[in-house]
T-cell receptor, first 111, second 118 residues
Framework: GEDVEQSLFLSVREGDSSVINCTYTDSSSTYLYWYKQEPGAGLQLLTYIFSNMDMKQDQRLTVLLNKKDKHLSLRIADTQTGDSAIYFCAENKNQGGKLIFGQGTELSVKP | GAVVSQHPSRVICKSGTSVKIECRSLDFQATTMFWYRQFPKKSLMLMATSNEGSKATYEQGVEKDKFLINHASLTLSTLTVTSAHPEDSSFYIC??????????????FGPGTRLTVL
């Protein structure tokens, strides 16, 4: 199977919280990342978490890492229509910086 | 900081011609850059790892003679699609690895190049 897995779609209402989940397989990964991609654009680094951390908060974004279950989540508080995009999680497999990406979760925010 | 540019953003070419795409890290030095290909509604497929001053490392199934990569300086890597065919039409994205600034080993991505081969 895939190294990194995500659900493909998530739909929320404006103002609600969004939670995007990701599972990975390599417990030796040192960093895990969340990227955002808007239509026709490249990937924007949103945040990252070091593998020895459980949680990281950055304004509206909260990343939770459960290393035992190899589960990563991204919570977006007070989701806005501008948050509509595809969100990719990625793990750094310590192979010269190579990243392994999930399939991406398409977040749709309805007014 | 940590800006990566790509040029051109869009290119349309005839079948059989070659196309060069540039990737530049604007405010940091990148000893390693990566080239990805992305199909519609799909994840990124890593094509190759480009190291400054040495040969690129290609992923399995990627033809190195078709996708030529040159990493001539710490801020510039180029991808040349040689003898392009319609099946090479895709969205190509580069990234640059930054291990010097900040506290993490991070990749910053360019805005992508949409290649259409007629």
């Amino acid at each position: 199977g895939e190294d990194v897995e995500q659900s493909l779609f998530l739909s929320v209402r404006e103002g609600d919280s969004s939670v995007i989940n990701c599972t990975y397989t390599d417990s030796s990964s040192t960093y895990l990342y969340w990227y955002k991609q808007e239509p026709g654009a490249g990937l924007q680094l949103l945040t990252y978490i070091f593998s020895n951390m459980d949680m990281k908060q950055d304004q509206r974004l909260t990343v939770l890492l459960n290393k035992k279950d190899k589960h990563l989540s991204l919570r977006i508080a007070d989701t806005q229509t501008g948050d509509s995009a595809i969100y990719f999680c990625a793990e750094n497999k310590n192979q010269g910086g190579k990243l392994i990406f999930g399939q991406g979760t398409e977040l749709s925010v309805k007014p | 900081g940590a800006v990566v540019s790509q040029h051109p953003s869009r290119v349309i070419c005839k079948s059989g011609t070659s196309v060069k795409i540039e990737c530049r890290s604007l405010d940091f030095q990148a000893t390693t850059m990566f080239w990805y290909r992305q199909f519609p509604k799909k994840s990124l497929m890593l094509m190759a790892t480009s190291n400054e001053g040495s040969k690129a490392t290609y992923e399995q199934g990627v033809e190195k003679d078709k996708f030529l990569i040159n990493h001539a300086s710490l801020t510039l890597s180029t991808l040349t699609v040689t003898s392009a065919h319609p099946e090479d039409s895709s969205f190509y994205i580069c990234s640059a690895r930054d291990i010097w600034t900040g506290s993490a080993d991070t990749q910053y991505f360019g805005p992508g190049t949409r290649l259409t081969v007629l």
